[in-house]
């Protein structure tokens, strides 16, 4: 008996098919004609929304080229950087804004914590009422800390005291979702087995969440003081006082040796901030 093998015909491809392979590898599907002109209308494309953005902000050539003129002169003039014998001023107006920046997150830290607690979707199971808790802190989130100083400034008047406030209703909001985020993300049995035993939720949340939860808060609060160092700065420019308000004066009378003075000793200290922040919160997170 003889056996003749017969040819399966091709699989028909279907217009959805070819369009799924072709978002999933255009290179094999197209031809390189193909590619090509699409590149090319990728490139044109981002090209004129570009040129359209440029004009509208006003970045013509000749305005980048009469900015850097005016940079050059002003990197010349700031050097070598000269104190003229403010260098006690300077540092304590460097001490200053470190106190604003850790009073404000200090603030910010304790008005986040039961605000994260009730922000956590274990805490408050009513979806609807969690959506409005969260966004609410989204809200809140979208005012940077400059909005709030020249408010709280015109309230308060001049001084730290407005920027202080500034940092901590800026950070309340944001810390305040970070850990509603670690407190969803913990590991439930540790409290689960405290209510199973006859603890109160009290005991549960003292005793199962916060050693878990507490690390990484910790972490979350030291680079939020980080940030705020850097935001105490720039709410001085706007009368707050520390570093801010000196940097602004010495630009004002084009003192520009003077600012690099001040420039490179605060650089200094958030420098050190930043690796003393680093290596604590390397240890809290993984001992």
């Known amino acids: 008996m003889t056996t003749s093998a017969t040819l399966a015909a ?24 193909a590619v ?19 004009i509208g902000v006003d970045m013509t050539p000749a305005t980048f080229a009469k900015g850097l003129s005016k940079l050059a002169d002003f990197m ?12 006690v001023r300077i540092l304590q107006a460097l001490a200053a804004t470190f106190a604003m920046a850790v009073a404000g997150t200090f603030l910010g830290v ?5 605000l994260g607690l ?7 199971a009513n979806p609807a009422l969690h959506f409005l808790i969260r966004r609410s802190f ?3 989130r979208a005012i940077p800390a400059l909005v709030w100083a020249l408010i709280l400034i015109v309230a308060f008047g001049l001084g730290p005291f407005g920027g202080v ?32 035993t006859g603890g109160q939720r009290r005991a549960a949340i003292r005793f199962g969440l916060l050693p878990e939860v507490l690390p990484v808060m910790a972490s979350q609060s030291l680079y939020m003081l980080e940030s705020n160092f850097r935001n105490a700065a720039i709410l001085g420019i706007v009368g707050a006082g520390g570093i801010g308000f000196e940097l ?15 420039v490179i000793a605060y650089v200094l200290c958030v420098m050190v901030l930043d690796l003393v922040s680093e290596k604590i919160r390397s240890r809290l997170v993984h001992g």
Not at 13 to 27: C, F, K, L, S
Not at 76 to 87: D, H, T, V
Not at 167 to 196: S, V
């Open 10 to 33: 091709p699989p028909q491809v279907t217009a959805h098919q070819m369009q799924v392979a072709r978002a999933i590898a255009p290179h094999l599907v197209d031809t390189p004609l």
């Open 36 to 54: 090509q002109i699409r590149r090319l209308a990728l490139w044109i494309g981002l090209s004129v929304i570009f040129v359209a953005l440029s």
């Open 76 to 87: 010349a003039n700031m050097f070598p950087p000269n104190a003229a014998g403010g260098e």
């Open 110 to 114: 304790l008005g986040a914590l039961p």
């Open 118 to 124: 009730v922000g956590a979707k274990t805490f408050v």
């Open 138 to 140: 989204d809200v809140f």
């Open 165 to 196: 406030i500034a940092l901590a209703l800026t950070d309340i909001p944001r810390l305040a979702k970070l850990y509603a985020e670690a407190i969803e993300n913990c590991d439930p049995r540790a409290q689960e087995g405290i209510r199973a």
């Open 248 to 262: 602004e004066e010495r630009i004002r009378i084009f003192a520009f040796d003077q600012v690099a003075w001040i």
